[in-house]
């Protein structure tokens, strides 16, 4: 069974840095496009960045230039390196993942649990 674990959350104040990790386990064949939503209580969950299995990145225009998106293969995991925060990145944010957990299967989107993270100013 596929299972996203997201950690690396936490308290920090502005202009603070944070790392998130997302460790894919279980039987994977393979892990492709992963990507870190975030979500404020009332509001929708929102694209932070994406890294596909080739390692090509996209962010939202909110996090430019401040977060960075990676992910080591080898260790199905992908980070979310987090410089400079601001209060307005307060939020939950959730991995999300394109698995094929076998050959013979076709891939499935899954999600992690979640991962406060708390700017304060």
């Known amino acids: 069974q596929v299972q996203l674990v997201e950690s690396g959350g936490g308290l920090v104040q502005a202009g603070g840095s944070l790392r998130l990790s997302c460790l894919a386990s279980g039987s994977i064949f393979s892990l492709n496009t992963v990507g870190w939503y975030r979500q404020v209580p009332g509001t929708s969950r929102e694209l932070v960045a994406t890294?596909?299995?080739?390692?090509?990145?996209d962010y939202a225009d909110s996090v430019k230039g401040r977060f960075t998106i990676s992910r080591d293969n080898a260790k199905n995991t992908v980070y979310l390196q987090m410089n400079s925060l601001k209060p307005e990145d307060t939020a939950v944010y959730y991995c999300?993942?394109?698995?094929?957990?076998?050959?013979?299967?076709?891939?499935?989107?899954?999600w992690g649990q979640g991962t406060q993270i708390t700017v304060s100013s």
């Open positions: 999300n993942a394109q698995i094929q957990a076998s050959f013979f299967s076709s891939r499935r989107d899954y």
């Open positions: 890294i596909t299995s080739g390692g090509s990145t």
